[in-house]
């Protein structure tokens, strides 16, 4: 069967640090993989999408970036975080018929 | 544009009440996808249910159900005998087929509190 993890599961990061966020798929191939964001007590908004290694797509310009070095590893980065960074980043994959199979969630607080 | 609308922000009810969420949507597509999830305390979210935009049959599983009517552009979720257990984040989403997959638009969510 199909799995899906992220990790790390929370993260508390200084303004001006570093981001790296990562998610693997199991039990599937060349999935479409995605990364949303939520933050608090709002819904989701999607942050970058993938149809295979090395190809993204970004729907909302922001400090953040994504990378997709294998087929089942999708990594969410940031180079100097900032505060508007802080939420619960949820990485998704895609089954053809377009559901989507939520990881467990990062929540990133920056201080 | 698309957009999907859930206009319940917050919902609380008593165990065993019936209780129906609200969702509203825009597209231009003829062809397009609706769904509900579920985002229990724990944060990740559950998909409950796919509807694809030829199907206006409704759907029963259990204590949950779905109206979907594309007259009024509505995909509307009821729990009967609502249980503590259903008290989550519901959303509502909507989805096309882009350019090399789908992307989906997220309703904000309803927050839905069952009491015991």
């Known amino acids: 069967s199909q799995t899906i993890h992220q990790w790390p599961a929370t993260l508390v990061q200084p303004v001006g640090s570093p981001l790296s966020l990562e998610c693997t798929v199991e039990?599937?191939?060349?999935?479409?993989l995605y990364w949303y964001r939520q933050a608090a007590g709002r819904g989701l908004q999607l942050l970058f999408y993938?149809?295979?290694?090395?190809?993204i797509s970004s729907e909302v310009p922001q400090n953040l970036s994504a990378s997709r070095p294998q087929d089942r590893q999708f990594i969410l980065s940031s180079k100097k975080l900032l505060l508007s960074d802080s939420g619960f980043y949820l990485c998704?994959?895609?089954?053809?018929?377009?559901?989507?199979?939520f990881g467990e969630g990062s929540r990133l607080t920056v201080l | 544009a698309q957009k999907v609308t859930q206009a319940q922000t917050e919902i609380s009810v008593v165990e065993k009440e019936d209780v129906t969420l609200d969702c509203v949507y825009e597209?231009?597509?003829?062809?397009?996808?609706l769904f509900w999830y579920k985002q229990p305390p724990s944060g990740e979210l559950v998909f409950l249910i796919r509807?694809?935009?030829?199907?206006?049959q409704n759907e029963i599983s259990g204590r949950y159900s779905w109206n979907f009517q594309k007259s009024t552009s509505s995909f509307n979720f009821t729990i009967t005998a609502s249980q503590v257990v259903d008290s989550a984040v519901y959303f509502c989403?909507?989805?096309?087929?882009?350019?090399?997959?789908?992307?989906?638009?997220f309703g904000a969510g309803t927050r839905l509190f069952v009491k015991a």
């Open positions: 993938s149809v295979g290694i090395g190809q």
């Open positions: 989403a909507l989805s096309e087929a882009g350019t090399g997959g789908f992307k989906t638009i």
């Open positions: 039990g599937t191939s060349n999935p479409n």
């Open positions: 998704a994959w895609e089954i053809f018929t377009g559901e989507l199979f």
């Open positions: 509807r694809n935009s030829f199907d206006e």
């Open positions: 597209t231009r597509d003829t062809t397009y996808y």
